[in-house]
């Protein structure tokens, strides 16, 4: 078929079009990749930081919960010895009130033959066990931990009555437990609970 000749002269090529028609404007200039370029970038590397921040706060997660359980776990012996009485209501005091309680901050270890920790009659320093690279707790690459980076302190206080004289059945026990992150930094964790004579 023929195009008639007054009609490709009518027609006119893209490339003679005037500018700012549609046919000029098709792609991306050269600015406008590096300006795209720019912005991920910056949101790459805010992504990466965030990363590395997660793993971080991760790690003092697991640390802050190990001092807590601790804690719990002191808290815990107190009562069940003043069930069992295997001390008497007057040895839950701290040393310099006559009692068995160390008065400073002392390693983690684990319990004596009193089944109380932060006595005199403390064992070694406390390790845990903990999952290897398959996740699972009891297999062959569990990891072993000694806990030389956490420290205890239980300090037993009165409980005063509205007339300021101490209440002969009660008592608080404050329990601290300290311990140095892997970035050097000090953290500590503290719980207080009660204790009466009588169950």
Same mark, same amino acid.
């Given at each position: 078929?023929?195009?008639?000749l007054?009609?490709?002269?009518?027609?006119?090529?893209?490339?003679?079009?005037?500018?700012?028609?549609?046919a000029?404007?098709?792609?991306?200039?050269?600015?406008?990749?590096?300006?795209?370029?720019?912005?991920?970038?910056?949101?790459?590397?805010?992504?990466? *930081?965030?990363?590395?921040?997660?793993?971080?706060?991760?790690f003092?997660?697991?640390?802050?919960?190990l001092?807590?359980?601790?804690?719990?776990?002191?808290?815990?012996?107190?009562?069940?010895?003043?069930?069992?009485?295997?001390?008497?209501?007057?040895?839950i005091?701290?040393?310099?009130?006559?009692?068995?309680?160390?008065?400073?901050?002392?390693?983690?270890?684990?319990a004596?033959?009193?089944?109380?920790?932060?006595?005199?009659?403390?064992?070694?320093?406390?390790?845990? &066990?903990?999952?290897?690279?398959?996740?699972?707790?009891?297999?062959?690459?569990?990891?072993s931990?000694?806990?030389?980076?956490?420290?205890?302190?239980?300090?037993?206080?009165?409980?005063?009555? &509205?007339?300021?004289?101490?209440?002969?059945?009660?008592?608080?026990?404050?329990?601290?437990? &300290?311990? !140095? !992150?892997?970035?050097?930094? &000090?953290?500590?964790? *503290?719980?207080?609970?009660?204790?009466?004579?009588?169950?």
């Amino acid at each position: 078929m023929k195009v008639p000749l007054k009609m490709k002269m009518k027609m006119k090529s893209p490339v003679c079009q005037e500018k700012g028609s549609i046919a000029s404007t098709v792609g991306y200039s050269l600015l406008e990749v590096m300006m795209a370029v720019v912005v991920s970038s910056i949101g790459l590397v805010a992504l990466l *930081a965030l990363f590395s921040q997660s793993v971080v706060t991760m790690f003092l997660v697991q640390e802050d919960l190990l001092a807590r359980q601790k804690v719990r776990e002191i808290l815990e012996s107190v009562s069940t010895a003043r069930n069992t009485h295997s001390v008497s209501w007057g040895d839950i005091e701290n040393v310099a009130d006559s009692g068995i309680f160390q008065d400073d901050f002392l390693p983690m270890k684990v319990a004596g033959n009193d089944g109380l920790v932060g006595t005199s009659d403390d064992g070694a320093v406390e390790t845990i &066990q903990l999952p290897g690279p398959d996740g699972q707790l009891g297999t062959g690459d569990d990891i072993s931990r000694t806990l030389t980076n956490y420290e205890r302190k239980v300090v037993v206080d009165e409980v005063l009555m &509205q007339d300021s004289n101490p209440y002969p059945n009660l008592k608080k026990i404050t329990v601290t437990v &300290q311990y !140095t !992150t892997s970035q050097g930094f &000090q953290r500590s964790v *503290a719980m207080s609970s009660f204790v009466s004579q009588h169950r």
